[in-house]
């Protein structure tokens, strides 16, 4: 079946300009998770959905960073204001019902490059 | 202390060969240990989840210790294919994400 999408693929944008990445996760998976990749750096947890829980945003770096997930399905990162330090490929991936012990299955990320 | 540490490498091995990879953490609460692959330029992928017993699957065993909160990775008969960067990874206290390692990268050359 499908597996987890992400769009766009490759994003280019000014600084202090907004920016929206979208995630299609796995059809039936009820749990989501952004991640971002910098270079040379692992990958950093941003934001948890699980149902219709409240969303564990712990790793936000900043509150220029905000995400939703609406009908429990699709999800949309948006970053305000975008700064330098923003660069990174940002990562979706989902697991079936949540628990931790499950394979997240990642998306082939967002590619973003702030000037 | 990093949450998660690994050497970096590169480890550079012939064909055939057995290499291992270490990775400590720091979280003592951490209950879920996994292995996962980054090919070039790809999305992680799961290798193997890692258990207290210790597991093995074909070439691949992974070892958890967790009273020194160390993770192992042997891999032994290396193949071509299996050049790539291997993450050590680790839940975090609350259970509700993952903590990657930087990874350490694999090359193997015939």
């Known amino acids: 079946g499908a597996g987890v999408s992400q769009s766009p693929s490759n994003k280019v944008t000014e600084k202090g300009k907004d920016v929206e990445l979208r995630c299609d996760p796995i059809s039936g998976h009820t749990a989501l998770y952004w991640y971002r990749q910098s270079l040379g750096q692992g990958l950093e947890f941003l934001i948890y959905f699980q149902g219709n829980s409240a969303p564990d945003k712990s790793g936000l770096p900043s509150d220029r960073f905000s995400a939703e997930r609406t009908g429990g399905s699709v999800s949309t990162l948006t970053i305000q204001r975008t700064q330098q330090e923003d660069s990174a490929v940002y990562l979706c991936?989902?697991?079936?019902?949540?628990?931790?012990?499950?394979?997240?299955?990642f998306g082939p990320g967002t590619r973003l490059l702030v000037l | 202390r990093k949450e998660v540490e690994q050497d970096p490498g590169p480890f550079n091995v012939p064909e055939g060969a057995t290499v291992a990879f270490n990775c400590t953490y720091s979280?003592?609460?951490?209950?879920?240990f996994f292995w996962y692959r980054q090919d070039c330029r790809k999305e992680p992928k799961l290798l193997m989840s890692?258990?207290?017993s210790g597991n093995e699957d074909g070439r691949f065993t992974a070892q958890l210790n967790r009273a020194s909160q160390y993770i192992s990775l042997l891999i032994r008969d290396s193949k071509l294919s299996d050049s790539a960067t291997y993450l050590c990874v680790v839940s975090n206290q609350a259970g509700t994400a993952l903590i990657f390692g930087k990874g350490t990268t694999l090359s193997v050359s015939s």
């Open positions: 979280n003592s609460a951490s209950q879920s």
């Open positions: 890692v258990y207290s």
């Open positions: 991936a989902s697991s079936d019902r949540g628990r931790i012990q499950e394979t997240q299955y």
